[in-house]
Structures are given as C-alpha cells and as structure tokens.
Nanobody
C-alpha cells in the first residue's frame, strides 16, 4: 500500500512562514501527482496546489498563488509546500494526497474527489 505522511505543521504568527513536507512510501507507479489540500472548520476541503511526477506541471489555486509554492525534494518521495505571508485565513488542517495520472495539473485533475491515497493531515494555526 501507498502511505503518505505530512509534517511541518504548527502554530505561527500572521506574516510568518511554514514549510510542510509530504513523504510517500510503498509502491506507486511512475506517473502520479502529489496534491496539497486544506480544510478549515465549517468549510469544504480546498485544493491548494499539486505537482506532477509525470510531466512536471504544477497547479496552484488562485487563492494562494504568490504566497504558497509546491516543490519536489531531491528525494522523489518528498514534496514540500512552502507557505509565506500566512494569515489567520490559512488556519486549517493540511493534507497531502496522491493520484495516478499522466494529465497536466489543473484544478479538475487535482480535485479532492479524485485522489487515490491520503495522509492524515497536519494542523496549521495562524494567530494574529
């Protein structure tokens, strides 16, 4: 089975930064993508960003573009989410997930409804 584990969450003051990590283990085909999501209390799960291991494409949600950046580590089993200029609106549980796909990254491809594997999430709390 494929396992995903998030790390790097915590509490930070508004304006600060955090870097989340998503580490995968177990067998997964070469053509896959890793996506980051978040879910705040009372809100729907929201796609943040995703990156394709197949074609290298990236999708980033307009709501966080310019502040959040996804990247792959030197070890291909790790994907990062750099979060800068955090605000209280960014407070949420952040999840990473994986999906087998050769498609170019887009909002539709990276929808939470299409993921094959999920991590358990890591809490990010931004105080002001």
């Amino acid at each position: 089975d494929v396992q995903l584990v998030e790390s790097g969450g915590g509490s930070v003051q508004a304006g600060g930064s955090l870097r989340l990590s998503c580490t995968t283990s177990g067998y997964i085909i070469d053509d896959y993508a890793i996506a980051w999501f978040r879910q705040a209390p009372g809100k729907e799960r929201e796609t943040i960003s995703c990156i394709s291991h197949s074609d290298g494409s990236i999708y980033t949600a307009p709501s966080v573009k310019g502040r959040f950046s996804i990247s792959s580590g030197d070890a291909k089993n790790t994907v990062y989410l750099q979060m800068d200029t955090l605000t209280s609106d960014d407070t949420a549980v952040y999840y990473c997930a994986a999906v087998a796909t050769i498609a170019t990254m887009s909002a539709n491809v990276c929808s939470h409804n299409g993921m094959d594997y999920w991590g358990k999430g890591t809490l990010v709390t931004v105080s002001s």
